[in-house]
């Protein structure tokens, strides 16, 4: 095993994971967020010495290090220095969310999000009994309308949702976007959950500012959301770590128990710190290959009816079939004929139903294979 981008179609077809086995043998999977390329070898090697040693007992050394991991992670990757103490570690990003904002609202309070966006959020606002507010981004480069959200921001908002990379466009929100939202959610005071588990895949030479490093008082009124999940293809790890910049919300999480919102397990956490301390060659490597297929994909898509604009982050390519013959249901008809396995856009957003959320974190041979099918059956 080595860390270079590495794709073993063998492998792929003997693991277990949903990628993999949701459909059959001749469907190419490129629906949900999984890199086919092999972890890093740091991540691995933690594992196994811990399996082969059959060190299945009682073993927290691993949990204490995800906070520390993850800040000097942060701090070497973007310069910003997060407080320990102001940190918690949850079990997934989506878990950070749900405890976040139940601890800060209550039935029926607003919780905005900015359409499309990644589904779980509008599923969480909704399970908890809270009242979604979608505030559709402006398809012309998949910006915050800002007009509505300072609208909506006087009385109907209490929590934002925030997703930067945002996924499935792979939009990165510019500086001046970014203040300006930061001043709308000053000026109301709301509290902002911010999405930042894809922030280490970017591309064209540009970099990733947290929300958090805009200011102190933006700062006090933000969780920043982290994981290795993306970054190193270890979602089966259940590792997330947040800092907590609002105060009354480090108070509401220490008035519980200890463990009452779960901890994540020593396999995930040795995963996960090994990949933060050591992984950086690997995800260099893996960020030349994600470049070189998203370039791919724009040429390829170029001379087509599929618009496609070019992500500046993620391993997603936000596909919009609204000019072609499979418009009403592009997925599901792209599964069919082409058997390839799309994310629908209608999970994303009631407006999306023309578009098809593409992964290309994998081969560029598969790459091309999964091109070469859709455009069989896209006129």
């Known amino acids: 095993m080595n860390d270079s981008p590495h794709v073993d179609l063998d492998r792929l077809h003997s693991i277990k994971g949903m990628k993999w086995t949701k459909y059959e043998k001749d469907v190419i999977p490129a629906f949900v967020a999984d890199m086919d390329f092999e972890p890093p070898n740091s991540a691995y090697n933690a594992l196994k010495e811990m399996v082969e040693l059959k060190d299945f007992g009682y073993k927290f050394n ?20 997060l407080p320990e103490a102001h940190c918690a570690v949850f079990t997934s990003s989506i878990h950070a969310l749900e405890a976040v904002m139940v601890l800060h609202t209550n039935p029926n309070d607003g919780v905005a999000l900015f359409s499309p966006v990644y589904h779980p959020f509008a599923k969480a606002v909704k399970s908890a009994g809270r009242k979604l507010i979608d505030i559709p981004l402006l398809e012309e480069g998949w910006t915050i309308d800002l007009e509505k959200f300072n609208e909506l921001a006087k009385s109907k908002i209490k929590v934002v949702l925030f997703c930067q990379p945002h996924n499935p466009t792979g939009h990165l929100f510019s500086e001046t976007e970014i203040a300006e939202f930061a001043e709308i959610v000053i000026k109301h005071n709301l509290l902002v959950i911010s999405d930042e588990i894809w922030a280490d895949l970017i591309f064209d030479g540009k970099s990733h500012k947290p929300l ?30 947040s800092h907590i910049g609002e105060k009354s919300i480090r108070e509401k999480l220490s008035a519980f128990p200890e463990h009452y919102f779960g901890q994540p397990s020593s396999f995930g956490a ?7 301390e050591y992984g950086e060659p690997w995800l260099r490597n893996i960020l030349m290959q994600l470049h070189e297929n998203r370039d791919f994909l724009i040429k390829a898509f170029a001379e087509t009816n599929i618009k496609m604009d070019s992500p500046q982050a993620t391993y997603l390519a936000w596909l919009n079939f609204s000019n072609t013959n499979i418009s009403k249901a592009p997925s599901k008809v792209i599964l069919q004929k082409g058997r390839v396995a799309l994310e629908p856009g209608s999970k994303f957003g009631p407006q999306s139903h023309s578009f098809a959320r593409l992964n290309f974190a994998t081969s560029p041979e598969l790459l091309e294979s999964i091109v070469e099918r859709i455009l069989e059956v896209v006129d």
């Open 270 to 276: 040795a995963a996960t710190v090994a990949a933060w």
């Open 212 to 241: 958090a490093a805009h200011g102190q008082e933006i700062r006090e009124r933000i969780v920043t959301v982290g994981s290795a999940s993306k970054t190193f293809n270890l979602a089966g790890a259940r590792c997330s770590v």
């Open 62 to 81: 691993h949990i204490d290090r995800l906070i520390p991991a993850w800040t000097n992670w942060v701090s070497r990757r973007d310069g910003l220095e």
